[in-house]
């Protein structure tokens, strides 16, 4: 009869382990698809620049000292027909700007992007400009798009004399659908024979389990993971419909992806970022302030009446030294940094306080979690 309690016993504690043990990773893990957190190899934007002229400009563009946006003006002139020496030209109601773009992927010709304008000189404002015909080059100096019109800022500037109300940033400016793409830039996806899929964090969990759910939708053994960030596909064309219909297929499949025990800090502005899933190991944390306060006044040594002497000034330095009582912060084995956090901000930690003493616990072995300092 006492074995049989025993083995009731054992099974019941074996059964609440693996139940605990079941919510926990259900707890730490969460489902999401794989096109939220994958990209396709060779299937990306593209950063496009050029350098162009915003003109019509109401007195406030570029001043005289400003010498490349005149003779980028001089220049413009020569070309249309007009023969005037930079020396010359005497105008503020232009101004000198980079123009930036984003070439999105499978862009065509005759497709429209936005843009933005950044003005490089010293103009004081881009309202009511328009850029003149610029074209937009990649890294390889080859010209994918050329972009004109007027800008839109969403901001003013008004006043004058010292009394001047700026709503927003008056010399960056944007144009919306303001290039047009000229070259063909896109990926032939009918000549790719294998098709890679790049995780946005590597993992090699996570890279196994998108290779299992492919293999399970398609059937086959198609897919397979090549390490932590990359998982190769072969013959995505054999399906019908070719890629394009293979990528819709296996793009809603959902996995288990699990938090990353990781702290990001920025030790300039005292932010702390946590993830859910890390804990800190048993640890003891001992906390005091020390400040010192040195202040300086000056007196006025001045010499009795009918005394020889002059009259000068004398510094009296004081030096305060004040010292808190140190406060002890003691954590279990387990301990998650948000219950850290919480016992610091109780005893008056500061935000750098805290960021300081993170640093500490990780070098000291007890924080488990990667620790990252912006």
């Given at each position: 009869?006492?074995?049989?309690?025993?083995?009731?016993?054992?099974?019941?504690?074996?059964?609440?382990?693996?139940?605990?043990?079941?919510?926990?990773?259900?707890?730490?893990?969460?489902?999401?698809?794989?096109?939220?957190?994958?990209?396709?190899?060779?299937?990306?934007?593209?950063?496009?620049?050029?350098?162009?002229?915003?003109?019509?400009?109401?007195?406030?563009?570029?001043?005289?000292?400003?010498?490349?946006?005149?003779?980028?003006?001089?220049?413009?002139?020569?070309?249309?027909?007009?023969?005037?020496?930079?020396?010359?030209?005497?105008?503020?109601?232009?101004?000198?700007?980079?123009?930036?773009?984003?070439?999105?992927?499978?862009?065509?010709?005759?497709?429209?992007?936005?843009?933005?304008?950044?003005?490089?000189?010293?103009?004081?404002?881009?309202?009511?400009?328009?850029?003149?015909?610029?074209?937009?080059?990649s890294s390889s100096g080859s010209v994918y798009a050329v972009a004109q019109?007027?800008?839109?800022?969403?901001?003013?500037?008004?006043?004058?004399?010292?009394?001047?109300?700026?709503?927003?940033?008056?010399?960056?400016?944007?144009?919306?659908?303001?290039?047009?793409?000229?070259?063909?830039?896109?990926?032939?996806?009918?000549?790719?024979?294998?098709?890679?899929?790049?995780?946005?964090?590597?993992?090699?969990?996570?890279?196994?389990?998108?290779?299992?759910?492919?293999?399970?939708?398609?059937?086959?053994?198609?897919?397979?993971?090549?390490?932590?960030?990359?998982?190769?596909?072969?013959?995505?064309?054999?399906?019908?419909?070719?890629?394009?219909?293979?990528?819709?297929?296996?793009?809603?499949?959902?996995?288990?992806?699990?938090?990353?025990?990781?702290?990001?800090?920025n030790e300039r502005t005292g932010t702390i970022v946590m993830g859910g899933?890390?804990?800190?190991?048993?640890?003891?944390?001992?906390?005091?302030?020390?400040?010192?306060?040195?202040?300086?006044?000056?007196?006025?040594?001045?010499?009795?009446?009918?005394?020889?002497?002059?009259?000068?000034?004398?510094?009296?330095?004081?030096?305060?030294?004040?010292?808190?009582?140190?406060?002890?912060?003691?954590?279990?084995?387990?301990?998650?940094?948000?219950?850290?956090?919480?016992?610091?901000?109780?005893?008056?930690?500061?935000?750098?306080?805290?960021?300081?003493?993170?640093?500490?616990?990780?070098?000291?072995?007890?924080?488990?979690?990667?620790?990252?300092?912006?």
């Amino acid at each position: 009869m006492t074995s049989w309690r025993h083995i009731f016993f054992w099974v019941l504690l074996t059964s609440l382990f693996w139940t605990t043990r079941g919510r926990a990773e259900n707890e730490s893990s969460q489902s999401v698809r794989i096109k939220d957190i994958t990209t396709i190899e060779g299937i990306r934007d593209n950063p496009i620049m050029g350098y162009g002229v915003v003109v019509g400009l109401s007195r406030t563009g570029d001043s005289q000292q400003t010498i490349f946006s005149i003779q980028t003006l001089a220049n413009l002139l020569q070309r249309m027909g007009l023969q005037i020496p930079a020396a010359s030209v005497r105008v503020n109601n232009i101004a000198a700007v980079f123009v930036t773009a984003t070439l999105p992927p499978f862009a065509r010709p005759g497709m429209k992007i936005d843009v933005t304008v950044s003005s490089i000189g010293d103009a004081k404002s881009l309202a009511g400009g328009i850029l003149l015909m610029t074209p937009l080059k990649s890294s390889s100096g080859s010209v994918y798009a050329v972009a004109q019109g007027p800008l839109t800022l969403g901001g003013y500037s008004a006043g004058g004399a010292g009394n001047t109300k700026v709503v927003n940033h008056l010399t960056v400016g944007r144009i919306p659908q303001g290039a047009s793409v000229e070259q063909d830039d896109s990926v032939a996806l009918a000549t790719m024979n294998t098709l890679s899929l790049l995780l946005r964090d590597p993992d090699f969990d996570v890279a196994t389990d998108i290779a299992s759910a492919i293999n399970k939708e398609m059937g086959g053994n198609v897919a397979h993971a090549v390490d932590s960030r990359r998982v190769e596909i072969s013959s995505p064309n054999a399906s019908s419909g070719g890629i394009p219909t293979f990528m819709a297929r296996i793009n809603p499949l959902e996995i288990h992806v699990h938090a990353p025990a990781k702290v990001v800090v920025n030790e300039r502005t005292g932010t702390i970022v946590m993830g859910g899933a890390t804990t800190i190991g048993a640890c003891s944390v001992l906390q005091g302030n020390l400040a010192i306060e040195i202040s300086t006044k000056y007196e006025v040594s001045q010499p009795q009446a009918l005394a020889k002497g002059d009259t000068v000034v004398v510094p009296q330095t004081e030096v305060q030294a004040t010292e808190k009582t140190p406060q002890l912060i003691q954590l279990k084995q387990g301990a998650t940094v948000e219950d850290l956090v919480r016992g610091l901000q109780n005893m008056g930690a500061t935000a750098r306080d805290i960021v300081s003493i993170l640093q500490a616990i990780k070098a000291a072995g007890a924080l488990e979690a990667d620790l990252e300092v912006l």
